[in-house]
């Protein structure tokens, strides 16, 4: 299997490149997180999972998105349950009917901060799944630690990849910048950016920050936003998704690190 | 206050994007503080263009 069927083939359904590369027990986990957390966050907001959709797609695209939700993001890497979970979708054509169905996904669910991050973080844990499938699709080096895995350790706690990679002084660097932040971008606007319902598009790149989400998601998501606004709550919604692509960068110099390393001790 | 938030947020962006390039932390701050400073004067050199673009064409 080359390394990009690999990938193509985790995101269609996790675990299924591993099965074939043989790697069974591998890949029954990888369903069992990726599925159990994308169904587990679906039970609890139902259809008000597609208020995450980052746009209307055009009319050309509309009928493609009726099937696949492309702009379901960070969900859509996990292409197999979020076509079940659309296909599942209550999509009557009577217009009254719709009108009542489009009210159901704008009305608030309970727990609903706890349903988005389970399934956000079902696409995301599907592509570190997929990093590990392409990893051993192409057969590098044998490395001291798993590369996805320390990807992944990043993605909860920033520098924590690192930490494992033995390159401690850069980890606490690294990772003290990204939760600073982070941290930052909470303060400023008084601890009220972090929630999905309310402003989808910056969700996505703070969903990059696996544990930023989690604690102020579940913590502070549930707070009621003050009126007059927080005179810097369009700052503090930039800076906590800037810290969120920060952690990607992390992400990936966590994997390279580990890559690299194993590269230079095979080389003879 | 905007400033300072500027000037920090700059700093911990440059630390993630030097980090890239070394494996220990003295080069990391050494080399981030230095961007840091290089993006500050450009960013100050761009509002000046722009303050004087305003204060030519548009006041």
Avoid at chain 1, 97 to 123: D, I, Y
Avoid at chain 1, 179 to 195: A, E, H, P
Avoid at chain 1, 211 to 239: F, M
Avoid at chain 2, 44 to 57: A, K, S, T
Wanted: glycine residues 10%; neutral net charge.
């Amino acid at each position: 299997m080359t390394p990009v069927n690999a990938i193509l083939l985790t995101l269609l359904l996790p675990g299924s490149a591993h099965c074939v590369l043989g790697k069974p027990v591998r890949g029954v986990v990888a369903l069992l997180m990726c599925v159990g957390m994308f169904f587990a966050g679906w039970a609890i907001l139902g259809d008000r999972l597609f208020h995450g959709v980052l746009f209307e797609p055009f009319a050309f695209l509309a009928h493609l998105a009726r099937f696949v939700p492309f702009n379901l993001l960070p969900e859509a890497p996990n292409f197999g349950c979020t076509v079940v979970a659309n296909l599942l979708r209550d999509m009557p054509d009577n217009p009254a009917a719709m009108n009542e169905a489009l009210r159901l996904v704008r009305l608030p669910r309970e727990m609903e901060h706890l349903g988005f991050f389970l399934t956000s973080a079902s696409g995301l844990v599907t592509c570190f799944w997929a990093a590990d499938a392409q990893t051993l699709a192409s057969a590098p080096p044998p490395a001291r630690q798993n590369r996805a895995l320390v990807a992944g350790m990043s993605w909860i706690l920033p520098g924590s990849g690192h930490y494992m990679a033995g390159q401690r002084d850069k980890a606490y660097l690294m990772g003290g910048a990204v939760i600073l932040m982070f941290l930052i971008g909470l303060i400023v606007s008084d601890f009220v950016t972090v929630d999905r319902g309310l402003h989808n598009a910056y969700w996505i790149p703070q969903s990059l920050f696996g544990g930023g989400i989690l604690a102020s998601g579940l913590g502070l998501g549930a707070l009621e936003i003050p009126d007059p606004i927080p005179q810097r709550y369009s700052l503090g919604c930039t800076l906590t998704a800037v810290a969120g692509l920060m952690n990607l960068v992390v992400m990936i110099d966590a994997y390279t690190v580990v890559d690299t390393a194993a590269r230079k001790e095979a080389t003879p | 206050m905007r400033l300072v938030i500027y000037a920090v947020a700059m700093f911990l962006i440059m630390v993630v994007y030097t980090g890239q390039h070394y494996d220990n932390a003295g080069d990391i701050l050494r080399d981030s503080v230095r961007k840091t400073g290089k993006f500050l004067a450009w960013t100050g050199i761009l509002v000046l263009v722009m303050e004087l673009c305003f204060w030519l064409f548009i006041d």
